[in-house]
């Protein structure tokens, strides 16, 4: 089962990932690193999205998620990784999905 | 340290939708909200202020290593006289002076922790081309530009090897480059 699970788990963040990659689309130049996302993508260096577009994508995601995104959460959201951790953390909270 | 910010307004109303619900709430406090809506010109306040919370990250950024995304943390405050912009923008117990260009095309925000160091600072525009660094050093006779291996730029005086503290920020179709006059401040 541990497997099973470990496998649901990737599952899930590549869909996730999936998610970020059409809601990031409009905010980015960069299309070559957007094809390329994955976990270790920043969204400044290597997006190259414009500080004041991050908060689309945190509003994009509350949005998508029917989440709310705290100030504290904010403050980390410069790359894929902690937005996946934000999702993931938010949607526990909310009970899980 | 002098930190600074550009925003190239054309590209900005065309990128950024402020209007958009939540949008303010998630960068701006109260008080910054009450000036922007109580402004005759509501759009340049919000670009103004958020060029101003940019310059102070920048600072804060280079002085810690630490990247954050904490826009409501700085509050700003400006005062204006008929020709220049000034402001104050402060983080937890820091303070950090702000002077700002305002034109149809651009804003443009240098912020320093020492408001005497403002008068200091100089400002180079430029046109935002990936070889932006060889077109300032093709027109400066005085000084040298150049980036160390973690993209840090650094001034260099070519009369006496003097180094000098330098920012760049680009936006749209505009560069600047400011620096201290002071060595190494």
């Known amino acids: 089962m541990p497997a099973l699970s470990l496998k649901n788990m990737s599952m899930n963040k590549l869909n996730l990932i999936a998610d970020l990659k059409v809601i990031i689309n409009p905010y980015t130049e960069n299309k070559d690193a957007l094809e390329s996302i994955s976990e270790t993508t920043d969204f400044l260096t290597d997006l190259k999205i414009n500080s004041a577009n991050l908060v689309d994508i945190v509003l994009d995601i509350e949005e998508k998620y029917g989440i709310v995104i705290d100030d504290a959460s ?4 410069v790359n894929v990784k902690a937005a996946l951790e934000i999702i993931a953390h938010k949607q526990a909270e909310n009970g899980g999905q | 340290m002098v930190g600074n910010d550009l925003i190239d307004l054309n590209k900005a109303t ?4 402020w209007k958009r619900e939540g ?4 960068i701006f406090n109260h008080q910054e909200q009450e000036q922007i809506f109580n402004s005759p010109t509501p759009s340049i306040m919000v670009w103004l202020f958020w060029s101003m919370k940019e310059a102070a990250y920048k600072i804060i950024n280079r002085e810690s290593l630490q990247r954050f995304y904490s826009p409501k943390k ?6 204006s006289d008929q020709n220049e912009t000034f402001g104050v923008v402060a983080f937890e117990d820091r303070t950090y002076y702000t002077k700002s260009v305002i ?4 804003i443009h925000t240098i912020a320093s922790s020492k408001k005497e160091n403002l008068a200091e600072i100089e400002t180079y525009y430029l046109e ?12 400066s006779d005085k000084y040298f530009l150049e980036k160390d291996e973690n993209g840090i730029p650094n001034l260099i005086d070519k009369t006496n090897n003097e ?4 920012s760049i920020s680009h936006h749209g179709k505009y560069l600047a480059i400011i620096y201290s006059k002071a060595i190494n401040a």
């Open chain 1, 74 to 77: 904010m403050a980390k959201m």
């Open chain 2, 14 to 17: 065309t990128e950024s939708n």
């Open chain 2, 23 to 26: 949008y303010l709430n998630k």
């Open chain 2, 74 to 79: 700085f509050s700003c405050k400006n005062f």
């Open chain 2, 103 to 106: 034109n149809d095309n651009l």
């Open chain 2, 128 to 139: 935002n081309t990936s070889c932006y660094l060889s077109d300032f050093n093709s027109k």
């Open chain 2, 163 to 166: 180094s000098h503290f330098a």
